[in-house]
Antibody, heavy 121, light 107 residues
Framework: EVQLVQSGAEVKKPGESLKISCKGSGYSFTNYWIGWVRQMPGKGLEWMGIIYPGDLDTKYSPSFQGQVTISADKSITTAYLQWSSLKASDTAMYYC??????????????WGQGIQVTVSS | DIQMTQSPSSLSASVGDRVTITCRASQGISNYLAWYQQKPGKVPKLLIYGASILQSGVPSRFSGSGSGTDFTLTISSLQPEDVATYYCQKYNSAPLTFGGGTKVEIK
């Protein structure tokens, strides 16, 4: 069974750093792109970027390029999303999700449960 | 970058009604289009990919069509459990942008 299990909710202060995780299991982790999606309170889904754990090729949305870093560690089948300096506007739910095809970035067929990140002074 | 525009942004329909949601791409994307359902407080769920391929386990009252720039998601007979926000997503090339969403309610 394919599963994506995300780390727990986070409460941080502006300016702090943060790294959240998404552990994949039940499939060949290195053969599928895995991505991150932001959902701000009461708003829609925003595609942030994806990574291919096999060779660490990464693609970012222009809206998030330079604002976050996506990484992965195939030895522990885990993908990460990190910030070096959080802002209040980073408060949101963050989902990881697996792309549905092995041959390229595509739609998301499996999703993690989401991580609520709250940034407040 | 290609923009994805959904319409309407919200709709209210009766149980049993046929519901149609539209998604328009600012440039052609062939059939690289997916639809998701997100119920309140829940994780998004894939309904359709390849513009018209039903994901395993999704009820057959959901269907998708279109190619190029214009796509539709149809619910043939709206059920109470279909109350949700629906999103399209293009995936021909990065960034794999989502549409703004369509909120479906029961009248």
């Amino acid at each position: 069974e394919v599963q994506l299990v995300q780390s727990g909710a986070e409460v941080k202060k502006p300016g702090e750093s943060l790294k959240i995780s998404c552990k994949g299991s039940g499939y060949s982790f290195t053969n599928y792109w895995i991505g991150w999606v932001r959902q701000m309170p009461g708003k829609g889904l925003e595609w942030m970027g994806i990574i291919y754990p096999g060779d660490l090729d990464t693609k970012y949305s222009p809206s998030f390029q330079g604002q976050v870093t996506i990484s992965a560690d195939k030895s522990i089948t885990t993908a990460y999303l990190q910030w070096s300096s959080l802002k209040a506007s980073d408060t949101a739910m963050y989902y990881c999700a697996r792309c549905g095809h092995t041959y390229g970035a595509s739609h998301f067929d499996y999703w993690g449960q989401g991580i609520q990140v709250t940034v407040s002074s | 970058d290609i923009q994805m525009t959904q319409s309407p942004s919200s709709l209210s329909a009766s149980v049993g009604d046929r519901v149609t949601i539209t998604c328009r791409a600012s440039q052609g994307i062939s059939n690289y289009l997916a639809w998701y359902q997100q119920k309140p407080g829940k994780v998004p769920k894939l309904l359709i990919y390849g513009a018209s391929i039903l994901q395993s386990g999704v009820p057959s009252r959901f269907s998708g069509s279109g190619s190029g720039t214009d796509f539709t998601l149809t619910i043939s007979s709206l059920q109470p459990e279909d109350v949700a926000t629906y999103y399209c997503q293009k995936y021909n090339s990065a960034p794999l942008t989502f549409g703004g969403g369509t909120k479906v309610e029961i009248k």
